[in-house]
């Protein structure tokens, strides 16, 4: 993904002139509705989590026409129909701003397919076919423990709890993994997306399923590192502010604010799998990504050499996990 550093002070600007318009009474007014938690999610297993990162990153990097692109692929609709998902693939060309033609799939696992309130849970499963922001390794692909894998293994064991869960959400679910994500380049693609996000894109235009809409989608992009923080991202505050509020003040109630920073600053805006779906597929989507609270960049090692599994925490995934199951326990 691709952070737009020009966006953030705009974005800045806005977010202060709103909430000086806004009381501290109103303010006060507004925690208290929502202070208590109704309806307990069951809980993720951290080490679970841990254990599906650690086993997409075991096939090495997952860069799309490579062997361990496709098997790990193989593997994720495996667990998937484990866990009593509902799986389509949607397998298609994908063709990068240079020139390349890419065997992609995206794997969409779904969690009631009956229910019409529908909620998306996503996250990119391919990883980075060079690590260019690497002081060395320039050309070595990326493994992605963090960017790609980590999402994905949260995902992988909320499915797993939900299927073990004595009560289920009301609300029908699609956990999709979007391929492609990460072949960009921001200083030689020209298009919208520099190059990122072949995935999303493609099932935006094309959705897996005739007429299919959703309330709204929840994407999670490096949510495995050891103390990440998660801002209030621009897009999300664009073109979802109120699910961003919603997830935001769910994680305030479980006391997982150290994560799930609340300064009243909005993030700056990144260029990521859920722009196409707030922009084409017109489902307003948030996106859940590590931004370090200062300078707005992503975690040290990001497309570098070094995005191994030495980067994992448990706890943040976990964190991670609970905040978005524990939305979806509290939907109608
Ligand atoms: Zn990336």
Known sequence: MHLNKKLIFFWLAAVVTVSS????????????ATETITVKAPDLNADSAFAYVARQVAFGPRVPNTEAHRRCGDYLIAKLKQ???????????????????????????SINPNASKRIILASHWDSRPYADQDSVAKTRPVLGANDGASGVGVLLELARTVQQAGTKPGVGIDIIFFDAED?????????????????SQYWSANKHKAGYSAYYGILLDMVGAKGATFQKEGYSMQ??????????????????????????????????????VNKVA????????????????????????????DNIDANTLKAVGQVVLQTLYQEE
Not at 25 to 30: G, L, R, V, Y
Not at 185 to 190: D, K, L, P
Not at 193 to 198: A, N, P, R, S, T
């Open 21 to 32: 318009c806004k009381s501290k009474k109103q303010d006060q007014e507004e925690n208290k």
């Open 83 to 109: 866990f009593g998902c509902e799986v389509t693939v949607q397998s298609f060309t994908a063709t990068t701003y240079d020139g390349i033609r890419l065997n992609a799939r995206n794997i969409i696992g």
């Open 183 to 199: 072949w960009g380049n921001s200083e030689r693609a020209r298009d919208e997306y520099v190059g990122f996000c072949l995935g």
């Open 239 to 276: 073109y979802a502010p109120t699910i961003a509020n919603k997830v935001w003040q769910t994680a305030s109630q479980m006391g997982l604010n150290q994560y799930f920073v609340d300064s009243g600053r909005t993030g700056g805006s990144i260029t990521d799998d859920h722009l196409p």
């Open 282 to 309: 017109k489902i307003p989507m948030i996106d859940i990504i590590h931004t370090h609270l200062e300078s707005g960049n992503f975690f040290a090692d990001w497309h570098t050499a070094d995005d191994d599994m």
